[in-house]
């Protein structure tokens, strides 16, 4: 079974920080890049952020310039850096990568979701 698993979440004040990470874990392979969406309480899942093979990012408006999404090929992990943190930032995240089993084809996975939660 392909296992992404997502941390770093947590409580903050509005200002404060957190970096979620997204890693592949025991037998799994995950290709460079990745997404991150969150998804807020009665809400829809919405984009956050991503990171191609090859570095390029992009970013939703409500983000930019507060976040910043970068991997670590070596430890082959997806990271959100998350400044300036605002209440309407409050959701679970979701980190979504191209991963496989063995020599198996590579599929769009989603991991388990890492709560955040701005207070005011």
């Known amino acids: 079974q392909v296992q992404l698993v997502e941390s770093g979440g947590g409580s903050v004040q509005a200002g404060g920080s957190l970096r979620l990470s997204c890693a592949a874990s025991?037998?799994?392979?995950?290709?460079?890049?990745g997404h991150w969406y969150r998804q807020a309480p009665g809400k829809e899942r919405e984009f956050v952020s991503l990171?191609?093979?090859?570095?390029?990012?992009s970013y939703a408006n409500s983000v930019k310039g507060r976040f910043t999404i970068f991997q670590d090929n070596a430890k082959n992990t997806v990271y959100l850096q998350m400044n300036s943190l605002k209440p309407e930032d409050t959701a679970m995240y979701y980190c979504?990568?191209?991963?496989?089993?063995?020599?198996?084809?590579?599929?769009?996975?989603w991991g388990q979701g890492t709560q955040v939660a701005v207070s005011s």
């Open positions: 979504q990568r191209w991963c496989r089993l063995g020599a198996g084809a590579l599929n769009g996975y």
């Open positions: 025991g037998d799994t392979y995950c290709s460079r890049g």
């Open positions: 990171i191609t093979s090859d570095g390029s990012t």
